[in-house]
């Protein structure tokens, strides 16, 4: 049997999430690169190679969501949809990492989606009905959740 478009699955209604991120600041080439279970740095062709980190980062939504756009899943994943959206726009773009951006949080991400939206149209409403917030905002906001239950998990759990 052969594939056709018609049988894809469509996007999953429960968005399959990366685990929060942890990562560490190199000391030699102040990127932030991902921790091995033994405390030292993954190899990120730098002289810091597997060197203990200078700093360890907390796993913010910004952090959280770059690793989220690594998966190649986003035709089916919500959540690597939505990171995509934010850190592989285009092939061609300069890769863009949570350094590289300018929120941390999802309602910084939030805010920034409507000044974009103000800048293009004039308005910050993001539907012709006059509302403010539309599809890209109502994803956003499912992710952030997925990111919440997993800190929350994270912190009553700080061992695993």
């Known amino acids: ?6 049988s894809w699955p469509a996007h999953t209604k429960d968005p399959i999430p990366v685990p929060l991120p942890n990562l560490g600041l190199c000391a030699d ?13 993954y190899a990120h062709d730098c002289t810091g190679d597997g060197r203990l980190p200078l700093l360890v980062l907390k796993p913010t939504f910004a952090r959280w969501l770059w690793m989220q756009s690594k998966r190649r899943d986003d035709y089916t994943n919500l959540a690597t949809l939505v990171a995509g959206r934010h850190f592989r ?23 920034q989606l409507h000044l974009t939206q103000l800048a293009r149209t004039g308005s910050e409403l993001m ?8 599809g890209v905002c109502r994803d956003l906001q499912k992710i952030a959740a997925i990111y919440e239950r997993l800190i929350s998990a994270a912190e009553a759990n700080p061992a695993a």
């Open 1 to 6: 049997m052969t594939a056709t478009i018609t």
């Open 29 to 41: 080439c102040n990127d932030e690169i991902r921790i091995r279970g033994n405390g030292r740095l």
């Open 89 to 111: 726009a285009c092939t061609r773009s300069p890769k863009i990492t949570a350094a590289d951006v300018d929120w941390t949080t999802a309602e910084e991400l939030h805010g």
């Open 127 to 134: 539907r012709p009905n006059g509302e403010r917030c539309g």
